[in-house]
């Protein structure tokens, strides 16, 4: 039976303005909600824009005018074969394929009557990793206040203002809860070795990303050295970039928009347990619809990133709950959370 699409734009609003390295600020995060329906059964997806790729609304919804006769008109069994089809149409908007691979991926899990982890042969369980909380680049008593108005076990920060270490430190004395680390590729080499070595006694579990994607050839030497593991993100996008980030990381952070989705996602994890690192997936914002997507690979990961629900205002779905960083999904099939439709649209 063909396919039917359907899509709507979404713009939530930060409870903080989110700012990171660099000077990225911004107040609301828009997302592109696909709805897709097959063999009777309806899949939701989503993919934020982020302007640090260069793929905006505007070209998402331009991508899918082009294609989405091609992709109405499509008769595949599995989400690989689906994958496989959009890859061929869509090869270079990773974003967009997110989002009609989730929504896929939704609507064949409520077909088969299984939550994703299942179909992905996991089993949930109540030892699986918790999600941080993120605080953005602020000034310190900002920052402060935030943690103090947001209890929690584990916080991410971003850092690259150039008041790094006193932050750290000021923010360790107002807390004894571990930290990650997010550098958004913002430190160089000596900079990034002397906070290294200067944090290791301040209980830094990881640190995302501390050199430019053009520097990767000096991640191996700072591997060697740190003490801290260190995970890639700018530096793995795409399934292509696991191998080339073995040597210099001990870790990769997958996005799903990133990546592309859940397919290419599953790919990744493979690929990087087979090369002994370990994985995490992060948030890039998402409301509940894309975070349940997160939550369903829970069971084949390290660590977690995905507070996007819990740094906006409102959302898009129910059947996912964040609950002192534990997640609870509903266990529904498919994403396993029930997409507010009225709510989607009157963000349109």
């Not at 998402?60 to 595949?76: A, R």
């Not at 008041?163 to 997010?182: C, G, H, V």
């Not at 087979?274 to 990961?301: D, R, T």
Request: net charge negative.
């Amino acid at each position: 039976m063909p396919l039917k699409l359907n899509h709507f734009v979404s713009t939530l609003s930060f409870e903080y303005p989110f700012t990171i390295s660099g000077g990225r600020t911004k107040t609301v995060q828009q997302a592109l909600i696909i709805k897709l329906e097959r063999n009777g059964f309806v899949g939701f997806g989503e993919a934020p824009a982020i302007s640090y790729y260069n793929i905006p609304i505007e070209k998402m919804i331009e991508d899918l005018m082009f294609v989405q006769d091609k992709i109405e008109n499509l008769n595949s069994e599995t989400p690989d074969q689906f994958y496989s089809t959009i890859s061929y149409f869509l090869p270079n908007n990773s974003f967009l394929r997110c989002a009609l691979d989730m929504a896929f991926w939704d609507a064949f899990g409520k077909e088969n009557a299984q939550p994703l982890y299942k179909l992905f042969g996991a089993n949930w369980s109540n030892n699986l990793p918790i999600t941080d909380y993120t605080l953005g680049i602020d000034h310190i008593e900002k920052l402060i206040s935030k943690m103090n108005a947001h209890p929690w076990p584990v916080y991410k920060i971003k850092v690259g203002s150039g008041n790094d270490l006193q932050n750290l430190t000021t923010l360790r004395q107002n807390s004894t809860k571990p930290f990650r680390i997010d550098a958004n590729a913002g430190w160089k080499f000596d900079e990034a070795l002397l906070l290294i070595n200067t944090l290791k006694n301040l209980n830094i579990e990881l640190i995302e990303q501390p050199l430019n994607v053009l520097d990767l050839h000096l991640m191996p030497q700072l591997k060697k050295l740190s003490s801290i593991p260190l995970f890639a993100d700018e530096s793995c996008v795409a399934e292509s970039d696991v191998d080339n980030c073995v040597a210099g990381f001990h870790g990769i952070n997958i996005k799903l928009t990133k990546c592309g989705g859940i397919t290419p996602a599953l790919r990744m994890i493979k690929n990087a347990r087979q090369k002994g690192i370990q994985v995490m997936m992060g948030s890039m914002n998402e409301s509940s619809i894309g975070s349940a997507a997160i939550a369903n690979f829970l069971p084949l990961l390290d660590f977690v990133d995905m507070d996007g629900p819990l740094l906006l205002t409102s959302d898009l779905a129910t059947g996912l709950k964040i609950k002192h960083g534990k997640i609870e999904l509903s266990g529904a099939p498919g994403l396993g959370i029930n997409v507010s439709e009225n709510s989607i649209s009157s963000n349109n």
